[in-house]
């Protein structure tokens, strides 16, 4: 299927052509070099340099230029991305401000021998942001790529077990209760209330058990912590568990006498790392779902609510511009943070009323890839509910310690040193309340902001913020902190930033299928690269992948004939499965008809569809969806996205295939339930919809 996508991009004197359907040597000597990473390889590299064509500096490059760049990665593609991956690294680190400009501190002969050199020197001229873009879009524009090697699973598993082991070595330093009178008064007032829970959209430690109807199927015995926790003391165990669980008939739940395990995977991250995932148990994650409810809704009325937004990520962003601007403000990320976070840190840090909560619903066994089974250290990985506003919070406390401190000319690592005072007054006085670049106060910090393991503090206070993370277990990942007051550059939640300029980089992130090839998800994921790469300015790489997109031939494992892959439409939005364009013609879509219904013209063109066949139901899914949808806007998180009313017009633009049902009992036609039937497998076909 790849050697269809050929490489045809303007170069100086006219145009750098190659298919590689037409030159057998060509794809023998992938095949010999890459075997199952054939199609991958050939996808990043032709991608990589069409991208070439896009400089900023509006240029074309030599066409010897274009063909030493592909004979290297037709040599050695994992070499070249590590290469340029730590060039990137570098240019970010040597830019400084001087004299209020930003530059390029250190002139980085590592360059010479790459395709971008002139844009380089454009740049150690100028400081150009444009041209900043561009070279990180360049040196790190296949970092994210996944590739088959099959040696990757054992070294993240080796690398987690060696995790385990250093946490097993950490000493919780005496100045972690300094956190106590703090985490006292973000949880002042805490009330679980009536515990809501419900069930994740994510799999299960259960395997083939995906669905809500499914995951309720084999809720029927908890784990002695809950049971002790929930079920009551000197009650009768059915009475008290069973409102817990109202999804149904739960008669038979029991109290189990297994302490249940989370199963542990690793998922792709970059071209040669994995990250590791954990797939939490049934009645686990269905607790969590409720108390993280109730964990972030009374966040954002604690002190904390000025400091942490967990369901926003724009805040970090805009703090990280903010920080290229001013240099007031550092940004500091952890490696592997979710896995750092140890279990004795959350018993002395927590209140008794917060942490008996976090400890019931903790899955203290792990399931390894290899079917042995590890005792956790941390208090839960990734994958848990809870990981992410528990990790969130420690962290933001952290932060309110060394500032505090500092500002009232106080040694956080003094033993009770906020014993009797008045916490909440200190804050208040040690923070500014709405700063600016045009009203920096010099004698109060700017207020952090942290979401997950991406923080950003006062630049005052981050050599303590560093060292008081470190000595709790935590490991700075110095390659993306970037903390000297002098650097423009500043990242945070995936955006980087130069001197007030937005110059995250695009990058490839094709979806194939394990064993090499593409998916019908693959596809729908190649059209939205297409489509950014148009957003961010790269017409000839958006040229590229349209064209690969066009000619993707998906006829082996779907129902319509490869030429009716061709029929995606553009549009001038991109929503759906459509291409993005300026002026679409869409001339190339084969047939149309006038829809005298809607008063219209009507294309046919490509869709997914996900066939859906009767689920069994054995706990009441119907009413299981109600519950669901009350107890959502019950909680304030707004109206549940219930039913969703049948558009024929949009079906297969949208990406995903909706059920009719007809329900007497609330006097409306055509609603979808998407919980009562089961999905099968996704598929593609041909729909009529208007573009």
Not at 269 to 290: A, H, N, T
Not at 428 to 447: G, I, K, M, S
Not at 606 to 633: H, K, M, S
């Amino acid at each position: 299927m790849a050697w269809e996508w050929g490489l045809s991009t303007p170069c100086l004197g006219g145009r750098f052509i190659l298919y590689p359907r037409d030159d057998e040597a060509f794809q023998t000597t992938l095949v010999t070099n890459y075997g199952l990473n054939a199609e991958r390889v050939w996808l990043v590299t032709s991608s990589w340099i069409t991208l070439l064509s896009d400089s900023p500096l509006d240029r074309l490059k030599p066409r010897s230029v274009l063909y030493r760049f592909l004979l290297t990665l037709v040599q050695d593609i994992y070499g070249t991305i590590k290469r340029f991956s730590a060039l990137s690294h570098t240019l970010l680190t040597t830019c400084r401000i001087k004299d209020g400009v930003a530059v390029n501190s250190e002139f980085l002969e590592g360059f010479r021998d790459t395709p971008v050199f002139r844009e380089y020197l454009h740049f150690y001229r100028t400081g150009d942001p444009h041209v900043l873009r561009f070279l990180l879009t360049f040196l790190t524009f296949a970092k994210k790529v996944a590739f088959i090697n099959e040696d990757l699973q054992a070294t993240a598993l080796r690398s987690w077990l060696e995790l385990e082991e250093r946490l097993g070595k950490v000493e919780i330093p005496s100045w972690a209760a300094n956190l106590r009178p703090i985490m006292d008064i973000v949880f002042q007032g805490w009330d679980l209330g009536q515990l809501l829970p419900s069930h994740g959209s994510g799999a299960v430690a259960e395997k083939g058990i995906r669905l809500a109807d499914e995951k309720n199927s084999v809720l029927r015995a908890v784990s002695p912590c809950i049971a002790t926790m929930y079920g009551g003391y000197g009650r009768r165990f059915a009475d008290s568990i069973q409102p817990l669980f109202p999804l149904g008939d739960y008669t038979q739940i029991r109290r189990s006498s297994l302490v249940p395990s989370s199963r542990l995977k690793f998922v792709p991250k970059e071209y040669d790392k994995l990250r590791s995932i954990c797939m939490e148990p049934v009645e686990k994650q269905y607790l969590q779902q409720g108390i993280r409810i109730s964990y972030e809704n009374h966040l954002t009325h604690s002190i904390l609510a000025r400091f942490v937004d967990i369901g926003d990520q724009s805040k970090n962003q805009a703090g990280s511009l903010f920080g290229s601007q001013t240099g007031r403000t550092a940004t500091i990320d952890l490696s592997s943070a979710s896995d750092s976070v140890l279990w004795d840190l959350i018993k002395i840090i927590y209140p008794p009323r917060v942490a008996r909560h976090l400890c019931a619903t903790r899955t203290s066994v792990v399931k390894l890839p290899d079917g042995s089974f590890h005792k956790l250290l941390k208090f839960s990985p990734m994958g848990s509910a809870l990981c992410f506003p528990v990790q969130s919070t420690i962290y933001s406390v952290v932060c309110l310690l060394i500032g505090v401190a500092q500002a009232h000319g106080l040694d956080w690592k003094t033993p009770g040193v906020l014993d009797g005072l008045d916490i909440s007054s200190l804050v208040r006085e040690a923070f500014q309340d709405r700063p600016n670049r045009w009203t920096l106060d010099d004698l109060r910090y700017h207020p952090m902001q942290v979401y997950g393991d991406d923080i950003i503090c006062d630049t005052r206070m981050v050599s303590n913020v560093v060292c008081a993370l470190e000595e709790l277990g935590f490991t700075v990942n110095h390659s993306k902190s970037f903390t000297d007051s002098d650097s423009p550059i500043r990242e945070s939640c995936g955006s980087y930033h130069y001197a007030g300029y937005d110059v995250t980089p695009f990058r490839l992130k094709p979806k194939f299928e394990d064993r090499g090839g593409f998916s019908l998800t693959g596809l729908s994921g190649l059209v939205d690269q297409a489509n950014q790469a148009l957003d961010h300015g790269y017409l000839s790489l958006n040229t590229h992948l349209r064209r690969c997109c066009l000619r993707a031939d998906l006829s082996d494992i779907s129902k319509p004939r490869a030429a009716d892959f061709h029929q995606i439409p553009f549009t001038v939005d991109g929503e759906g499965l459509s291409l993005k364009a300026f002026h679409p013609k869409n001339s190339h879509l084969k047939r149309s008809r006038w829809n005298s219904d809607y008063q219209r013209r009507e294309f046919r063109v490509l869709g997914f569809v996900q066939r859906l066949e009767e689920a069994p139901d054995p706990c009441g899914a119907f009413d299981n969806y109600w519950f669901i949808r009350w107890q959502r806007t019950a909680k304030g998180r707004g109206p549940a996205r219930s039913f969703i009313e049948v558009d024929h017009s949009r079906l297969g633009l949208n990406g995903y295939f909706t059920v009719k049902v007809d329900t007497q009992e609330l006097g409306k036609r055509n609603i979808a339930l998407p919980s009562l039937r089961r999905p099968q497998e996704l598929r593609a076909t041909m729909v009529w919809t208007v573009v």
